[in-house]
């Protein structure tokens, strides 16, 4: 039964030394087009940080040594050009340092002092480079670090993996910061949100809505409807069931203002395309982690539809 396992591990030792590479390949593809990216944007100014010099670029895997230092300088070289950057040899090995009766050898990380005086060394009559950098191979995919050498300011440092998992999870984690702070604070989320149900009735509004609540599940505000009822305005309010989807449930009342200005001039109520007063029930589900949303609606003048939300309008509405 022994010898089984062993031979199993065996052959399976070769695929999960092909899946990892894969993952780091993918990930030093997450680096370049993350900092072409950033420079194309100007997040990174490319006289900034270059000249650079490569002060790490370190495989995790014994399976890797052989490839990864060289596709993680192919990288740079693709976002920096070979001219804007320089090799530290020196830096990526231990250093021996003899005096008399004495002997040291360092394998630790170094410092920008040390990485200062080595670049002195070796690169002539180029000028000084302007940062490090460190891009090494994790378990994950790649961790790239880019350090001002004048002040040891961080231009740049973020760990890469195929999917940019991390970054989302950063994100997401500062995107719930922010929102308890917002709650501690007591300060307004306003959302939007155009509704139109086509089949088999109609309904076309706009609503304006506060999210409130201590746990933000209420949302109210001003509606302004198109058709059912023509022309109206009326307030809103909904209910948001995190369990169920995020569904959210509600109703709005409408007045109708052609109906209310008829009224007003002829002094008794008198009715020109819609009721005085409208209620609409309304559903929303929105659709994944998008700006849409599936609506149903049924208001009190016998529409009963089924559309679409389009909620938070965004000038690209198909963006999360």
């Known amino acids: 039964m022994l010898l089984k396992h062993l031979a199993l591990l ?6 999960v030394a092909l899946a990892q590479r894969d993952t780091s390949r993918e990930a030093l593809a997450r680096v370049e087009e993350t900092l072409t990216l950033r420079l194309e944007q100007g997040g990174i100014a490319l006289k900034d940080v270059t000249p650079a010099i490569v002060v790490s670029i370190s495989p995790a895997f014994e399976e890797s040594k052989a490839w990864y230092p060289t596709a993680a300088l192919q990288t740079l070289v693709r976002v920096f050009g070979s ?7 020196a830096c990526m090995t231990s250093r021996l340092f003899v005096e008399e009766g004495r002997l040291e050898q360092f394998t630790t990380t170094l410092g920008t002092e040390e990485i200062i005086r080595l670049d002195e060394n070796t690169r002539g009559t180029a000028p000084p480079a302007r940062v490090a950098i460190w891009l ?27 999917g940019l998992t991390e970054l989302v999870r950063t994100r997401r984690n500062f995107t719930l910061t922010e929102e308890l702070e917002r709650r501690a604070r007591g300060d307004s989320l306003t959302h939007t949100f155009l509704d139109v149900t086509v089949y088999p009735g109609q309904h076309v509004s706009l609503d304006i809505a506060e999210q409130w609540g201590d746990t933000n599940a209420n949302l109210a505000g001003l509606s302004l ?68 949303g599936v609506t149903f609606s049924a208001s009190t003048n016998g529409r009963v539809g089924i559309g679409l939300s389009l909620m938070n309008i965004t000038a690209l509405p198909f963006l999360p």
Request: charged share 15%; proline share 7%; aromatic share 6%.
């Open 83 to 89: 001219a804007a950057l320089r090799s530290c040899e």
């Open 225 to 292: 409807s198109a058709y059912d009822p023509v022309v109206g305005v009326g307030g809103a309010y909904y209910r948001v069931i995190p369990n169920a989807l995020n569904l959210m449930v509600g109703a709005k009342v409408l007045l109708s203002v052609p109906t209310a200005i008829a009224s007003g001039i002829s002094g008794q109520p008198t009715q020109v395309l819609d009721p005085l007063l409208t209620g609409v029930f309304m559903v929303r589900m929105p659709i994944a982690s998008s700006n849409y």
């Open 136 to 162: 090494d191979e994790t378990l994950e995919g790649a961790s790239l670090r880019i350090i001002d050498l004048h002040n040891s300011r961080i231009v740049f440092v973020q760990n890469f993996d195929p």
């Open 10 to 15: 065996a052959a399976l030792l070769p695929t």
